[in-house]
C-alpha cells in the first residue's frame, strides 16, 4: 500500500518518523500542515501511483472532488501529528474518515465498540432477580440508583426523574423526608403513572411505605424496627426492599424478611464516610449471599473532592465488593452531574472483565486531565516582545456593553435589549459581529473571552460570573 502523506515544514519530522517503515512519501506542502488546498493535494497525487492520501486532520478543505477526480482515498489524518502511527497501523484493519480526524474516529470506534460489548455482556448476562425487568446481581452489570431528595417537594417531579434516567440511572428513587405524609407519596406516585422506569421509595415509614406500594418497585429500608409492621405488605405486593442492620445484625434481619415472604432482597451493609469508618465498612460486604447494595452517595457528598474521580473509584470498590446496586445523588452543586458520572463508571467496571485494570477501555472519566500530554512541535519565530499589563479599562464600545450569562443550557449575550443565544461562543460572537452589535477590536477581544468562560461553565457544570475568574 503506497501512501502519500502531505505535511507542513514544521510537522515534517515528526510525520517521517511515523512513516519510516511504511511505503510511504512525505511531501512538505508548507509552512502549516493544515492550510493544504485540494489542487495541491491534485498535483501531488498526479506524481506517483498512491493508494491513498492522508491529510492533517486539522485541514478544513473539502477533497471529495480531488478523490472523486484521482480514484484515490483522502482520509482526515489525526490532529496531532504524534498520532499518527497509531493510524497507520491500523490502515488495513479499517476504513478511516473523509470528514473526521483520525484521532475523533478511533475515539468514537471505541466508544461505539464498548457500547456495542455492554450491551451484548448484559443481554447474557445471569441474574439473582428482575425489577420492572432490569437484571440485578448475578453477572450483570453494577445498575445505578440515583436519589430525589424529598421528592414530595418538587415542583417538576416526572421532569426531574426522566431526567435523571436519561443520564444513566437504572432505577430512581424517591426520598420522603419525616415532614411526608402518605397522601405526598400517593400524589408523587399517581403524577409518575406514566414513567415506565423502574421507581424506589425512600422511607423507612412504614405508613410511607404502604402508600408507595402500588407502583414502587423497590423500598429502601427495612430493618427490625419496621419489618414488623409492614413486612407483609411489601411481601404481598412482591416489592423489592433493600435490607440493612439496625439492632439485630444484617443477616438476622434478612433472614426475618424472608421469613415474612419477601423474595427480592438487597443486603446494605451501610458504607460509611471518608473519616467515618469508611474502610472498615468495606468487611460488611463479604460474606453477603443477597445482591449488595452499594450506597456510595453519602462518601461522594460528605467530602470536598470533586465527583467524578470519587465516583470512579468508589464504583471500583462497589465492583470489588461484588455489589448488584450502587446509590448515588446529586444533593449538592458540587456532586451535580454524579448520576452520569456514576453510569459511566460502573460500565467502566463492567468492561474491564478479565484485565487488571480499568484503563484504555473506550470509555473514561477523564474529565479535566488528559490520559497524556500533546507533544506539538516547538513554535517558529525571529523575534520576541515580552506583553505589557493591559489597561486597568476598557475603552467604552459606542455601540453599548453586553451582558453575558448562562440559561437553559445555553450562552446569553444581551445587547440593546436584545438576547443572542447559542451551544457554543463562536456562534454567539459572529451574530453578534455580523448584526453590527461591536466596534471596537477590544471590547471583541473581551467578548471572545467572557464567551468562551461560559461555554466552559456549561461544559463543566459551573456557575458563570461576567469579569469574574472562572
Request: glycine residues 8%; aromatic residues 6%.
Amino acid at each position: 500500500m503506497r501512501i502519500l502523506l502531505p505535511t507542513g515544514k514544521k510537522t515534517a519530522s515528526i510525520v517521517q518518523r511515523a512513516a519510516g517503515v511504511y511505503d510511504a512519501d512525505v511531501v512538505v506542502t508548507g509552512e502549516i500542515a493544515s492550510f493544504l488546498t485540494p489542487s495541491q493535494l491534485a498535483s501531488l497525487l498526479k506524481r506517483g501511483e498512491y493508494d491513498l492520501a492522508i491529510t492533517s486532520g486539522m485541514c478544513t478543505a473539502d477533497f471529495r472532488e480531488v478523490e472523486a477526480a484521482s480514484g484515490v482515498p483522502v482520509y482526515r489524518g489525526p490532529r496531532h501529528a504524534a498520532d499518527l502511527p497509531l493510524m497507520l497501523r491500523l490502515l488495513s484493519a479499517m476504513e478511516f474518515s473523509r470528514t473526521v480526524p483520525a484521532d475523533e474516529f478511533l475515539a468514537l470506534r471505541r466508544r461505539q465498540k464498548a457500547a456495542g460489548q455492554l450491551r451484548r455482556q448484559e443481554e447474557g448476562a445471569a441474574c439473582a432477580y428482575r425489577i420492572r425487568g432490569l437484571k440485578i446481581g448475578g453477572s450483570s452489570r453494577i445498575k445505578v440508583l440515583a436519589e430525589i431528595m424529598d421528592a414530595h417537594r418538587q415542583e417538576h417531579l416526572a421532569r426531574e426523574v426522566e431526567r435523571y434516567f436519561s443520564m444513566g440511572a437504572d432505577i430512581v428513587d424517591l426520598g420522603f423526608g419525616f415532614d411526608a405524609t402518605a397522601e405526598d407519596v400517593r400524589r408523587c406516585m399517581e403524577a409518575l403513572s406514566a414513567v415506565e422506569g423502574p421507581l424506589a421509595i425512600d422511607t423507612q415509614d412504614p405508613d410511607l411505605i404502604r402508600a408507595g406500594l402500588g407502583r414502587a418497585d423497590l423500598v429502601l429500608s427495612l430493618h427490625d424496627g419496621n419489618l414488623p409492621l409492614v413486612g407483609d405488605a411489601v411481601a404481598a405486593a412482591d416489592t423489592a426492599a433493600v435490607i440493612v442492620p439496625r439492632q439485630r445484625s444484617l443477616a438476622e434481619t434478612i433472614e426475618a424478611a424472608r421469613t415474612l415472604g419477601i423474595r427480592r432482597i438487597l443486603a446494605d451493609p451501610l458504607l460509611q464516610p471518608v473519616g467515618s469508618g469508611l474502610a472498615a465498612s468495606l468487611a460488611g460486604f463479604s460474606g453477603i449471599d443477597e445482591p449488595a447494595f452499594f450506597g456510595a452517595g453519602n462518601v461522594t457528598e460528605l467530602i470536598d473532592a470533586d465527583s467524578p474521580g470519587v465516583n470512579a473509584l468508589l464504583a471500583g470498590m462497589a465492583h470489588e465488593c461484588g455489589a448488584a446496586v450502587i446509590f448515588t445523588s446529586e444533593h449538592s452543586d458540587k456532586t451535580r452531574g454524579s448520576v452520569a458520572e456514576m453510569r459511566r463508571a460502573v460500565e467502566m467496571m463492567a468492561l474491564m472483565g478479565d484485565r487488571p485494570y480499568p484503563k484504555d477501555l473506550g470509555l473514561d472519566l477523564l474529565v479535566i486531565k488528559e490520559k497524556r500530554k500533546r507533544r506539538p512541535p516547538p513554535l517558529d519565530y525571529d523575534a520576541k516582545t515580552d506583553a505589557e499589563p493591559a489597561r486597568g479599562e476598557m475603552e467604552y464600545d459606542p455601540k453599548g456593553n453586553v451582558r453575558i450569562g448562562i440559561e437553559d443550557g445555553m450562552i446569553v449575550a444581551v445587547h440593546d435589549a436584545v438576547a443572542i443565544r447559542g451551544a457554543c461562543w463562536e456562534d454567539v460572537f459572529s451574530t453578534l459581529l455580523r448584526e453590527g452589535r461591536l466596534s471596537l477590536l477590544d471590547h471583541a477581544a473581551y467578548l471572545g473571552k467572557e464567551l468562551y468562560k461560559a461555554e466552559l461553565s456549561l461544559r463543566f457544570g459551573r456557575s458563570y460570573d461576567q469579569d469574574g475568574v472562572f
